[in-house]
């Protein structure tokens, strides 16, 4: 295989074949002026193109995700899907344990586990309301929990 150019998003330059799913590893650290420091993570709940989320269930597991970790830290910045449906992004804002994520993505998740509704399901707060799947959460959820010891094994 010849060798890939180097890209500006770094998840482009990570080669996909070589992960093993499920994982959540660091993905990026940016610093700000004022010395906040960003960290992004790359949870993969899916074997890069072997498998991936169905749209309802990861646009539930989404809002669930976005809504139920901030009861764990007021560091958050974003939880975003990615466009491949294999995993999302968990940007935080100084706050370097690593261990400590890994804890509130396992709680966050089991929060999805015990949920009974969907959060913001509705054409009011939700651009596509239509598109939702509480058991299709709740099974990517189960999914990624499973196998909780092995989300620090990023490379097979």
């Not at 193109?49 to 958050?76: C, Q, V, W």
């Amino acid at each position: 295989m010849t060798e890939q150019k180097k890209m500006n998003v770094e998840s482009f330059n990570l080669d996909h074949t070589k992960v093993k799913a499920p994982y959540v590893r660091l993905a990026g650290i940016k610093e700000g002026i004022h010395g906040d420091v960003i960290r992004k993570y790359d949870i993969r709940f899916c074997q890069p193109n072997k498998e991936h989320m169905d749209m309802p269930g990861l646009h539930s597991l989404e809002h669930m995700m976005a809504e139920f970790s901030r009861n764990y830290s007021d560091k958050i910045v974003d939880i975003s899907p990615m466009g491949c449906q294999t995993g999302f992004y968990f940007t935080v804002i100084n706050h370097d344990d690593y261990d400590e994520v890994l804890d509130i993505i396992e709680k966050t998740l089991k929060d999805v586990l015990q949920a009974t509704e969907v959060p913001a399901c509705n054409e009011v707060q939700c651009g596509w309301a239509a598109s939702h799947s509480l058991e299709g959460a709740k099974e990517i959820a189960r999914k990624m929990l499973a196998k909780r010891d092995e989300w620090k094994q990023v490379f097979a």
